[in-house]
């Protein structure tokens, strides 16, 4: 075991067999108001040592804004899996995740996303601990940056065709090359036919050379799904995103087998065996794990590693902030079957100011932190200015 601790003296870690080792203190959480749509939850554990861990645990309430009352929900859930980690070392994640995921998975999609928000942090402090970037405790990076895609919907408050066709076109000049957006919104109050135009005005705004994605959000019936994807079908989608609900399994089997488009889903699944149903049955050929709700970067792997064992590729669902969006960069920086990532495209102008160094995207892609842990920090000054 000498050469293990001459490694991890040679990285910085050298506290570790000290009385300096770390361990975490307490929990905090910064609600951070965007815009009317959206209210970025950003998780912070703190050590004795004095460092810090960052987790994201948005959009836990589904799709509609975060109220002050549900934030304070969250700040409860957080602190009973929070309590599980108290006074241990951030470096026991194993154990966390032995004692807290059977709480996560009988306690719905709040309960999951804050146990995934721990993870989140534990991941970011252990990083740090020992003194490297996250992404070399699951193997290390096969890239140095990741592609992608401009999600263009709570952006667009024009939801007309010329609304998301002036979106695309803004986010296409700014240098992606795919991009995806949800006409259905609000299905009750409008047509099918609505967000297929919309779609189609897309298309024609980006022209052939641009990826150009939709989710359905769960709208659709499976006629409908079917009936909506052949009338896209010369929009050339890259993939035609939940139109039923992704724990409808045999329903989705029924709408792949009848319409073109590859189908993606899975965002508000939870561990390997949420997305295994969809999966074994071939249903989709996109899986779409949320750091945020599927358990954490680890489980992100394991379901990867999973999908790939099917011949399902994996695009990891991220209409987040740069909290989350940094922390699944690190999930998916070593996985050959990552196709591509989601990032929450034109909210707001500040938004890449809320870590330091500031997030940047850069010809529709962004690098793979290379400093320790999520090789972030939080901009307390600038969250306390928009906190919710």
């Given at each position: 075991m000498e050469w293990t601790r001459r490694a991890l003296l040679a990285s910085g870690s050298s506290h570790l067999f000290g009385r300096a080792k770390p361990k975490i203190r307490g929990c905090i959480l910064w609600p951070v108001r965007a815009t009317s749509r959206t209210v970025w939850l950003v998780v912070q554990l703190h050590t004795d040592s004095g460092?810090?861990?960052?987790?994201?645990?948005?959009?836990?309430?589904?799709?509609?804004?975060?109220?002050?009352?549900?934030?304070?929900?969250?700040?409860?859930?957080?602190?009973?899996f929070a309590n599980l980690v108290k006074g241990r070392s951030p470096l026991e994640i194993a154990a966390y995740r032995e004692a807290a995921a059977p709480l996560a998975r009988a306690g719905g999609l709040l309960a999951a996303t804050a146990y995934s928000a721990i993870e989140q942090a534990l991941w970011d402090l252990a990083g740090q601990t020992l003194g490297v970037p996250t992404h070399s405790l699951f193997g290390g990076a096969i890239r140095q940056r990741i592609p992608l895609y401009a999600?263009?919907?709570?952006?667009?408050?024009?939801?007309?065709?010329?609304?998301?066709?002036?979106?695309?076109?803004?986010?296409?000049?700014?240098?992606?090359?795919?991009?995806?957006?949800?006409?259905?919104?609000?299905?009750?109050?409008?047509?099918?036919?609505?967000?297929?135009?919309?779609?189609?005005?897309?298309?024609?705004?980006?022209?052939?050379?641009?990826?150009?994605?939709?989710?359905?959000?769960?709208?659709?019936?499976?006629?409908?799904?079917?009936?909506?994807?052949?009338?896209?079908?010369?929009?050339?989608?890259?993939?035609?995103?939940?139109?039923?609900a992704p724990t409808r399994v045999a329903e989705t089997v029924e709408i792949a087998r009848q319409i073109r488009q590859p189908l993606a889903g899975g965002e508000f699944l939870f561990g390997v065996s949420g997305f295994l149903p969809l999966c074994q049955e071939k249903a989709v050929a996109i899986i779409m794990p949320d750091v945020k709700h599927c358990g954490g970067l680890l489980e992100m792997t394991h379901i990867a590693a999973m999908a790939g064992a099917h011949g399902v590729s994996?695009?990891?669902?991220?209409?987040?902030g740069p909290v989350a969006t940094t922390a699944s960069l690190h999930a998916i920086?070593?996985?050959?079957?990552?196709?591509?990532?989601?990032?929450?495209?034109?909210?707001?102008?500040?938004?890449?100011?809320?870590?330091?160094?500031?997030?940047?995207?850069?010809?529709?892609?962004?690098?793979?932190?290379?400093?320790?842990?999520?090789g972030i920090s939080w901009n307390e000054k600038l969250a306390s200015r928009y906190r919710l």
């Amino acid at each position: 075991m000498e050469w293990t601790r001459r490694a991890l003296l040679a990285s910085g870690s050298s506290h570790l067999f000290g009385r300096a080792k770390p361990k975490i203190r307490g929990c905090i959480l910064w609600p951070v108001r965007a815009t009317s749509r959206t209210v970025w939850l950003v998780v912070q554990l703190h050590t004795d040592s004095g460092i810090s861990g960052l987790g994201e645990a948005s959009d836990a309430f589904g799709f509609a804004s975060t109220s002050a009352a549900q934030a304070r929900e969250m700040e409860q859930a957080l602190a009973a899996f929070a309590n599980l980690v108290k006074g241990r070392s951030p470096l026991e994640i194993a154990a966390y995740r032995e004692a807290a995921a059977p709480l996560a998975r009988a306690g719905g999609l709040l309960a999951a996303t804050a146990y995934s928000a721990i993870e989140q942090a534990l991941w970011d402090l252990a990083g740090q601990t020992l003194g490297v970037p996250t992404h070399s405790l699951f193997g290390g990076a096969i890239r140095q940056r990741i592609p992608l895609y401009a999600n263009i919907n709570r952006a667009t408050t024009d939801r007309s065709p010329a609304g998301f066709a002036a979106s695309a076109r803004q986010a296409v000049a700014e240098g992606y090359k795919a991009l995806k957006a949800a006409p259905w919104d609000g299905y009750l109050r409008i047509s099918a036919s609505q967000g297929i135009d919309c779609t189609r005005a897309i298309r024609e705004a980006v022209g052939p050379a641009i990826d150009v994605m939709v989710d359905a959000h769960s709208n659709f019936t499976v006629a409908e799904s079917v009936r909506v994807a052949r009338e896209l079908e010369p929009a050339r989608l890259r993939w035609y995103e939940e139109p039923v609900a992704p724990t409808r399994v045999a329903e989705t089997v029924e709408i792949a087998r009848q319409i073109r488009q590859p189908l993606a889903g899975g965002e508000f699944l939870f561990g390997v065996s949420g997305f295994l149903p969809l999966c074994q049955e071939k249903a989709v050929a996109i899986i779409m794990p949320d750091v945020k709700h599927c358990g954490g970067l680890l489980e992100m792997t394991h379901i990867a590693a999973m999908a790939g064992a099917h011949g399902v590729s994996v695009a990891p669902h991220n209409p987040s902030g740069p909290v989350a969006t940094t922390a699944s960069l690190h999930a998916i920086a070593g996985l050959g079957n990552c196709e591509i990532l989601e990032l929450q495209w034109g909210e707001v102008a500040w938004r890449g100011e809320l870590l330091g160094p500031p997030e940047r995207v850069t010809a529709g892609q962004m690098e793979i932190p290379q400093r320790p842990g999520f090789g972030i920090s939080w901009n307390e000054k600038l969250a306390s200015r928009y906190r919710l």
